[in-house]
Antibody, heavy 118, light 107 residues
Framework: QVQLVQSGAEVKKPGSSVKVSCKVSGGTFSSHGFNWVRQAPGQGLEWMGGIIPILGSTTYAQKVQGRVTITADESTNTAYMELISLRSEDTAIYYC???????????WGKGTTVTVSS | DIQMTQSPSSLSASVGDRVTITCRASQSIVTFLNWYQQKAGKAPNLLIYETSSLQSGVPSRFSGSGSGTEFTLTISGLQPEDFATYYCQQSYSVPVTFGGGTKVEIK
């Protein structure tokens, strides 16, 4: 059974950066895409971007474009999301979600809490 | 970007009730509409993809319909484990966008 295992919670200062990992366990890696979706406290879901390793392509939401980088390491079956210039509004749970070329998110990680506070 | 609007934002229902949630898109998304369930403190879970296809393992009391700009998720015979928040998501174009969510609470 495919699982997405995410890295642990982070507490960061405003202006710093965070890098969250998402390791695929029990399934293929490069034949899927990997997306990052965040959820601020008490709020809904916000798609940040995604990567399709087999195509070598990434797409980002305009809101975070320029601050977010999504990468994938096929040798370790791990996807990454790095967010720079952190602000308090970036405080959220960050989910990794497996997708495909149809952008259907069928497997999700448990989430990584990122807290941005001075 | 395509805007997704869900209604209602919350509802109260009893076990056994039939519940319908609506999702509207700001432009036609054909049938590229997916539904997710999120229980408190948990990650979302895919229920229905491309309007009406049930994800493996999802009970048949969940169903979806619609096309173009208007879609519905129906739960026929609400069960205690169905109390959760439901999100629609369009996968017609990037950026992928979600509706604001509908919280289904116990009456």
């Amino acid at each position: 059974q495919v699982q997405l295992v995410q890295s642990g919670a982070e507490v960061k200062k405003p202006g710093s950066s965070v890098k969250v990992s998402c390791k695929v366990s029990g399934g293929t890696f490069s034949s899927h895409g990997f997306n990052w979706v965040r959820q601020a406290p008490g709020q809904g879901l916000e798609w940040m971007g995604g990567i399709i390793p087999i195509l070598g392509s990434t797409t980002y939401a305009q809101k975070v474009q320029g601050r977010v980088t999504i990468t994938a390491d096929e040798s370790t079956n791990t996807a990454y999301m790095e967010l720079i210039s952190l602000r308090s509004e970036d405080t959220a749970i960050y989910y990794c979600a497996r997708g495909d070329l149809r952008w259907i998110l069928d497997v999700w990680g448990k989430g990584t809490t990122v807290t941005v506070s001075s | 970007d395509i805007q997704m609007t869900q209604s209602p934002s919350s509802l109260s229902a009893s076990v056994g009730d039939r519940v319908t949630i609506t999702c509207r898109a700001s432009q036609s998304i054909v049938t590229f509409l997916n539904w997710y369930q999120q229980k408190a403190g948990k990650a979302p879970n895919l229920l229905i993809y491309e309007t009406s296809s049930l994800q493996s393992g999802v009970p048949s009391r969940f169903s979806g319909s619609g096309s173009g700009t208007e879609f519905t998720l129906t739960i026929s015979g609400l069960q205690p484990e169905d109390f959760a928040t439901y999100y629609c998501q369009q996968s017609y174009s990037v950026p992928v966008t979600f509706g604001g969510g509908t919280k289904v609470e116990i009456k």
